[in-house]
T-cell receptor
């Protein structure tokens, strides 16, 4: 696609429910990242995928969070048993290769509200 | 100490003035740095990257890097109201670390 596509754009869920967020990166981009941005805060790294290598999961805040990516295509971020502190905008970004050489392109994000 | 620090602002400058945004980082081995602009309610967009000491100019934007002092800055010349946004400094790596951003407000 022309850009990084994320869905849904908005999600309201009840505390304790599971949610799944989807990211479709730019075609050909081997690197994919998930970040979380709480209201008025900076970007918090969650997870990084590079090609078929094992993902860097070091930013995931708890075991309720998981993410998958099949090859160099779509990624899903799953949050189980959502809590109110999970409310944030979840941003996905992709990069053509090494982030040192190429900037990220961000999707428009998924705004998650846990009530 | 946070890995990437920015003054949260808001930084307010009159239209036509130079806006100076600063960022310091803790990892002395960091090599590459990005500046992103984020309009309210929108996603960040890349505006500049720099990896060599000194200045890098692109239109009205100049990025400055001083690795010895571990700071990187962004100058915006002839500031316009449309430049009003949050500017995020990012230290690039496989786990790129973003600062919390500086809010810039350009008064017409």
């Amino acid at each position: 696609g022309a850009g990084v596509s994320q869905s849904p754009s908005n999600k309201v869920t009840e505390k304790g429910k599971d949610v799944e967020l989807r990211c479709d990166p730019i075609s050909g981009h081997t690197a994919l990242y998930w970040y979380r941005q709480r209201l008025g805060q900076g970007l918090e790294f969650l997870i990084y995928f590079q090609g078929n290598s094992a993902p860097d999961k070091s930013g995931l805040p708890s075991d309720r969070f998981s993410a998958e990516r099949t090859g160099e295509s779509v990624s899903t971020l799953t949050i189980q048993r959502t809590q109110q502190e999970d409310s944030a905008v979840y941003l996905c970004a992709s990069s053509l290769g090494s982030p040192t050489s190429y900037g990220y392109t961000f999707g428009s994000g998924t705004r998650l509200t846990v009530v | 100490q946070k890995e990437v620090e920015q003054n949260s602002g808001p930084l307010s400058v009159p239209e036509g003035a130079i806006a100076s945004l600063n960022c310091t980082y803790s990892d002395r081995g960091s090599q590459s740095f990005f500046w992103y602009r984020q309009y309210s309610g929108k996603s960040p967009e890349l505006i500049m990257f720099i990896y060599s000491n000194g200045d890098k100019e692109d239109g009205r934007f100049t990025a400055q890097l001083n690795k010895a002092s571990q700071y990187v800055s962004l100058l915006i010349r002839d500031s316009q109201p449309s430049d009003s946004a949050t500017y995020l400094c990012a230290v690039v790596g496989f786990k790129t670390i973003f600062g919390a951003g500086t809010r810039l407000f350009v008064k017409a």
